[in-house]
């Protein structure tokens, strides 16, 4: 089953303690993106990559980190979390077209104490 | 000034009526649109895309995008209990921008029996 897979898909810490998101997918996408949503302000995004060892920032990078070393892999790591970054997480993937057609993990809630 | 503007809603209906979600944008380089639903407690899925101006169907969905007013709509006939859910507008410029997804807030649409 073609699937994007994030893990936490819930996670309770507290300020400063590093931790990291894991996402996956299984579809051989280029494309993976890290987005944030929060009541009122819609879907943000964090990072984006669109292939190996290429990311850029999108609207909201700041107090995170991104890695892709291999294709279906797409970390997003908090090295110092705050309470503002308390929030539900949704990593992404697509083939790369221009449509922007995007397919969606579960989602991470994350409350940082 | 937000890139891209939704009415947050909520917006409540009866089963049967004809629904009108809208989005207005201020960056005249979009020229990919997307509707994306979101069920409560699920990743966005996507609905509806279209390139540029014009309409375009989709058996009970029809998107529309004007671009010369920086607005586009999705209209849904026939609602159905099974609507229920949060739309949202999504915008990309495509091109060597194509990995910068904007995202409208999302409208929440509950469709009563």
């Known amino acids: 089953e073609a699937q994007v897979t994030q893990n936490p898909r819930y996670l309770i810490t507290v300020t400063g303690k590093k931790l990291t998101v894991t996402c996956s997918q299984n579809m051989n996408h280029e494309y993976m993106s890290w987005y944030r949503q929060d009541p009122g302000l819609g879907l943000r995004q964090i990072y984006y990559s669109m292939n190996v060892e290429v990311t850029d920032k999108g609207d909201v990078p700041e107090g995170y980190k991104v890695s892709r070393k291999e294709k279906r892999n797409f970390p997003l790591i908090l090295e110092s979390p705050s309470p503002n970054q308390t929030s539900l997480y949704f990593c992404?993937?697509?083939?790369?077209?221009?449509?922007?057609?995007?397919?969606f993990g579960e989602g991470s809630r994350l409350t940082v104490l | 000034q937000k890139e891209v503007e939704q009415d947050p809603g909520p917006l409540s209906v009866p089963e049967g009526a004809i629904v009108s979600l809208n989005c207005t944008y201020s960056n005249s380089a979009f020229q990919y649109f997307m509707w994306y639903r979101q069920y409560s407690r699920k990743g966005p899925e996507l609905l509806m895309y279209?390139?540029?101006?014009g309409n375009k169907e989709d058996g009970r969905f029809t998107a529309q995008v004007d671009k010369s007013s920086k607005y586009i709509s999705l209209f849904i006939r026939d609602s159905q209990p099974s609507d229920s859910a949060t739309y949202l507008c999504a915008l990309t410029a495509g091109g060597t921008s194509y990995g910068k997804l904007t995202f409208g807030q999302g409208t929440i649409l509950t469709v009563h029996p």
């Open positions: 992404a993937s697509s083939r790369g077209t221009p449509t922007g057609e995007l397919f």
């Open positions: 279209t390139y540029s101006s």
